[in-house]
């Protein structure tokens, strides 16, 4: 579809009507976009961490508190120590406010992060009441009464005084704010957020510190809701608790959902949505019903509801469809730009991999029962076995997903038997899985982008400025040629998820060989494929192997795996039966008892 | 603090914690068996309460309206499949979906030759729950069954979502003002200098009570082992032929029940608002998820310990009582995840 509505000429727009909006409107639409603007930072923090990431916060507005409170008490207060008068102005308490509200999620963070799934919600209800009461309960806070007398920001000797000029202020941050989280998202610290909901597994084999990505997003969007905090203490002039309870916080969440929480815009769709509504709502309501009362979160509840039943994406990608998609302003360049320095290729014949009698339980399941196995560089070997004989569990091992209950795995000489699949993953082992684990939204070139991960450097304060672009335009551009090479070169900017099962598989090659592995574990790489893409395919491991790199693989394809591999290990029911090479292992016995039955 | 505080603090902490007790076993009733993490748990309490305090005050309930509303709700969304199925199940889906709620409203205006008012004790609070607990299926039927799939995180946000639109209702329903119940006993006891009130003998009794007909319920009934399959395995009790959309309004049915009874049973002691639900519910909350959300025994003893834990922080610092209780869910929370190890499934 080719429209006139493409996404520069429409962000134009939207900003030169900002920029004049405050000469025609009248005060009270200003003050409603003032608390649009505001309620959108907070609801921008939460895509970050909902949308974006996968984890889910109700308390977000306790941290708003945190921003508002810190400001306005070290402006108020009377009685402050002498070594914080340096704080008793508004920049002071931003500073003090964003200090502290980092320093308190760092600390629920590293409490609740770790929990699974619906934990984490569950605790973000507890606290977000917590500090509403503690809010509501200290006597330097002003108690339930709260703080007045808030002095107004001043901006180079310039009051800002009339909402009319702190809508710009307002407005500036937010925009900022969403410049930065647009650029986060697109680059390499970005793709380790975005990886979060693809799964922990898979996101630690290309080496992302999960634990520590759902940190940075958790205080990002706390600094996030903070800053707007400070800004409606400075705005209102007065705290109490009230806007900062669990039921506003819920609210925020809602913006967010409603909006379309994977998108950056849809924070303001989601939040001038809500605030127009709510303010509708409160006037229309209490007339219908002929009480006073908050009775627009039965109409907010309702909403929620139909929108989770019909549309879960939100109201964003509803009103993008109309615009077509932007291609990042690196698609161009990538053929301009240089390699990255590749690892060390062990000679041929290296000893990389080696199992030694490891064993895996699970209670009274030998899955793994004295497994010995080795991989040398520049060799293919098969490991092969009827379903549920234990060759998933024993990559599990090998990739220091579980580890083993006993033996050994070494890898380039070291013991990795116990450390995480991070550090194995570094260390130059890069793997497939056998059920595709790609993120179906992101492009084919993110996906295989994700791999290079470990072959960056820099983090989210860079990627937030755009500094480290020499490096993503390296990074995309290895993703780029590892495409070309395992044939998905016409697919780059389509999405992982529109691909067939079978091409999915060699998005997950791609991914792995971006790594720059010199080991690489393929789990059922050919299932799903062509008899043409499997030819393929056996080129390209081939091709591989002539390089210097160890490949195991896991396949129940005979045909493919006879004609490949140099060595053959046969497993059933956790044990080794037979090894050798192809020919030999195919009239062995045991192995055709265990692929056909007994020969009576 | 002398022992004579002590002894009275603790009793007030054993009454309150017995109803998180009933209130945890329903929230870890329902996750088990629907994944749902279920908020609105709490609106039930007040629910029930106020509808009882309603019918004692000669009012008619808006809950009553809710009934028929969502009567009419379920009967629309439902009456394409029914109609298919024969005028049997059509017949059975209006009976108990716009003919029953007709029949209460009936009986709140006084159809049965008395007007609730002045009924006994005994069958008001009957009323009160039949007009309640179906709520629990029908809401069940209109919000969660159509998404009864989807990741527990959706479902925990509509939770949500349903429990700020019935605290909506409940305001527009009952005001903002709070109501307190007559006790079903007026008698006390002297045990030691310690005064001890008929309600609250009522209130852990009833407990117990409920606590052990679940027990049986669960141990011994076809319809209770059905529930104990789908939780431990849905698309295996699919297989066994076991519906988990019955399963589901069963759950619902029974923690409405539960959290109704609560309402009732506490609303003599302290005023019950229309928005004290939430709190409540929250705290039995903390109580199920000392149970790790699983675990039935863990979940009552955790309920109780922070029925303990609250009747003595109000003592030292009432100012900090909530406080305190919501952030003992965090060193909780810490203790769940160091001795849980959380494999991700997969897919």
Redesign the interface.
């Known amino acids: 579809m080719r429209s006139l509505l493409a996404p520069g000429p429409i962000l134009g727009v939207f900003l030169v009507l900002l920029v004049l909006g405050p000469q025609f409107l009248p005060e009270f639409h200003i003050t409603l976009l003032n608390y649009i603007g505001l309620y959108a930072l907070v609801a921008l923090g939460l895509v970050l961490l909902t949308g974006v990431g996968?984890l889910?916060s109700?308390g977000q507005a306790a941290f708003v508190g945190l921003g508002a409170y810190a400001t306005a008490w070290l402006t108020t207060a009377t009685n402050l120590p002498a070594w914080m008068g340096l704080l008793a102005n508004p920049w002071g308490g931003l500073v003090a406010g964003m200090v502290v509200t980092a320093l308190v999620a760092l600390l629920?963070g590293l409490?609740?992060l770790?929990?699974?799934?619906?934990?984490l919600?569950?605790?973000t209800?507890?606290?977000g009441?917590?500090l509403y009461?503690?809010f509501g309960?200290l006597e330097f806070l002003g108690g339930h009464t709260g703080i007045s007398g808030i002095p107004s920001l001043s901006l180079a000797g310039f009051e800002l005084r009339d909402g009319r000029h702190y809508y710009y202020l307002i407005w500036l941050v937010l925009l900022m704010a969403v410049w930065l989280t647009r650029n986060l998202l697109d680059s390499r610290a970005g793709r380790s957020i975005r990886a979060l909901k693809g799964?922990?597994?898979m996101a630690e084999a290309m080496g992302v510190d999960t634990g520590r990505a759902k940190l940075v997003i958790f205080v990002l969007a706390a600094l996030f809701a903070c800053l707007s905090g400070w800004l409606y203490a400075h705005l209102q002039r007065f705290v109490n608790p009230t806007p900062f309870g669990l039921?506003i916080g819920?609210e925020y969440?809602?913006m967010a959902?409603i909006g379309g929480a994977a998108h950056v815009w849809g924070a303001l769709v989601g939040a001038a949505v809500i605030t127009i509504l709510k303010q509708w709502l409160q006037d229309l309501l209490p007339q219908l019903?002929g009480?006073t009362?908050?009775?627009?979160?039965?109409a907010?509840?309702?909403l929620?509801?139909v929108v989770?039943?019909r549309a879960?994406d939100g109201l964003w990608p509803w009103l993008a469809r109309w615009v077509p998609e932007q291609k990042s302003a690196l698609a161009g360049r990538l053929r301009e730009a240089e390699p990255l320095p590749r690892r060390a290729v062990p000679s041929g014949g290296t000893r990389l991999l080696e199992v030694k009698d490891a064993v895996k339980q699970f209670g009274g399941l030998l899955a793994n029962d004295r497994m010995n196995l080795a991989v040398s560089a520049g060799e293919i070997l098969a490991l092969i076995g009827p379903n549920g004989a234990g060759k998933s569990t024993l990559f599990n091992l090998i990739t220091g997903v579980d580890p083993p209950t006993s033996g050994e795995v070494h890898f380039l000489g070291e013991a990795v038997a116990g450390l995480n699949s991070r550090t194995i993953a570094r260390m130059g082992m890069s793997r497939t899985f056998q059920?595709v684990r790609l993120l179906a939204g992101m492009t084919v070139l993110e996906n295989v982008a994700l791999g290079a991960h470990m072959r960056g450097r820099h983090g989210v304060p860079v990627a937030m400025l755009h500094l480290e672009r020499g490096e993503e335009l390296r990074l995309l551009a290895e993703a780029a040629r590892q495409c070309e090479r395992v044939g998905l070169g016409m697919h780059l900017d389509d999405a992982a998820g529109s691909l067939p099962l079978g091409k999915q598989r060699i998005v997950e090659i791609a991914r792995a060989l971006a790594a720059d592995p010199c080991l690489l574990l393929l789990d059922e790489p050919a299932a799903g494929l062509r008899f043409l893409e499997k030819q393929a395919l056996a080129e390209l491991l081939k091709q591989l192997r002539a390089e210097g790199m160890g490949v195991l693989l896991v396949e129940h394809d005979m045909e493919f795996v006879m004609d490949l591999a140099d060595r053959v290990v046969v497993m059933e029911f956790g044990k080794k039966i037979a090894e050798g090479l192809p020919h030999e292992v195919q009239i062995d016995p045991a192995v055709i008892e265990a692929y056909l039955g007994g020969v009576e | 603090m002398d022992l004579q505080i002590a002894l009275l603090l603790g009793q007030d902490g054993i009454v309150n914690g017995a109803i998180y007790a009933l209130l945890s076993l329903a929230l870890v009733l329902v996750f088990a068996v629907t994944r749902v993490?279920f908020i609105p748990q709490g609106e039930f309490v007040a629910y029930g309460a106020l509808t009882l305090a309603s019918l004692q005050a000669g009012q008619a309930p808006g809950t009553l309206w809710l009934l028929l509303g969502l009567g009419v709700a379920v009967t629309a969304i439902d009456a394409p499949h029914a109609w298919r199925q024969g005028s049997r199940q059509l017949a059975g889906l209006v009976a108990r979906q716009l003919v029953y709620p007709l029949v209460m409203i009936g009986l709140v205006f006084g159809a049965a030759g008395a007007a609730p008012k002045d009924w006994p004790l005994l069958l008001q609070v009957l009323l009160a729950l039949a007009v309640v607990v179906p709520l629990g299926p029908q809401l069940y039927r209109v919000?969660f069954q159509?998404?009864a799939e989807?990741?527990?995180?959706?479902l925990?946000?509509?939770a949500?979502?349903?429990?700020?639109?019935?605290?909506?209702?409940g305001?527009?329903f009952f005001?903002?003002e709070g109501s307190r119940t007559p006790a079903f006993s007026e008698a006390a006891f002297e045990v030691g200098g310690l005064t001890i009130t008929g309600q609250s003998l009522w209130v852990v009794g009833a407990s117990a009570v409920l606590i052990v007909a679940l027990y049986i319920f669960f141990g011994r009934s076809l319809y209770g082992k059905a529930l104990r399959a789908t939780a431990i395995n849905r698309s295996g009790a699919r297989l066994m032929g076991i519906s988990t959309t019955l399963a589901g309004k069963l759950t619902f049915l029974l923690a409405a029940a539960i959290g109704a009874l609560s309402g009732i049973l506490i609303a003599p002691i302290t005023t019950i608002y229309y928005d004290t639900g939430f709190?409540v519910g929250?705290k039995g909350?903390?109580g199920a998820?000392i149970g790790g959300l699983v675990s039935y025994p863990v979940a009552a003893a955790g309920a109780l310990l922070v029925g303990l834990l609250e009747s003595f922080s109000s003592f030292y610092a009432s100012?900090?009582k909530?406080?305190i209780v919501?952030?003992l869910?965090?060193p909780v929370?810490?203790w769940?995840?160091l001795t849980s190890r959380?494999v991700?499934e997969?897919?």
């Open positions: 996968g889910t109700f629920l409490l609740t770790r929990l699974s799934g619906h934990y919600p569950l605790g209800i507890a606290w009441i917590s009461f503690l309960n799964g922990v597994v039921h819920i969440l809602f959902v019903f009480a009362g908050n009775f627009e979160v039965i907010f509840g309702l929620m509801i989770l039943h879960r059920h | 993490i919000a159509p998404i989807a990741p527990v995180l959706i925990l946000i509509v949500v979502a349903l429990h700020l639109a019935l605290v909506g209702l305001l527009l005001g903002a709190l929250l909350f903390v998820i100012a900090f909530e406080v919501f952030t869910i965090i929370l810490v769940r995840s959380h991700e997969e897919e």
